[in-house]
């Protein structure tokens, strides 16, 4: 079992930037990969960000590469999503999810979900 709460979201306005923390229960942390999901009002929830469970790979949605940076810190029990340029478009709530495995932008391949976090950015 692996229990997931996430934090840092808030309100920032656009250009700006916020660091969004996973931080997950269990021993074998660093055997899951780890993912960033988000969902807008209205909207269905879309893949953001996957790492590996080394941090040696890493898969970005087109709508965040370059602006998004996903990274781990295993000794932590710890993932980190770096927002930078924000846009208003980014406004959703943000949701971790862990997977035995390989990493993957399909969420229904990931067992276990934090609460979620608000992002809300304003123009």
């Known amino acids: 079992q692996v229990q997931l709460v996430e934090s840092g979201g808030g309100l920032v306005q656009a250009g700006g930037s916020l660091r969004l923390s996973c931080a997950a229960s269990g021993r074998t942390f660093s055997s899951y990969a780890m993912a960033w999901f988000r969902q807008a009002p209205g909207k269905e929830r879309e893949f953001v960000a996957a790492i590996s469970w080394s941090g040696g790979s890493t898969l970005y949605a087109e709508s965040v590469k370059g602006r998004f940076t996903i990274s781990r810190d295993n000794a932590k029990n710890t993932v980190y999503l770096q927002m930078n340029s924000l846009k208003p478009e980014d406004t959703a709530v943000y949701y971790c999810?862990?997977?035995?495995?390989?990493?993957?932008?399909?969420?229904?391949?990931?067992?276990?979900w934090g609460q979620g976090t608000q992002v809300t950015v304003s123009s």
């Open positions: 999810a862990a997977r035995y495995g390989y990493r993957s932008s399909k969420d229904v391949e990931y067992d276990y």
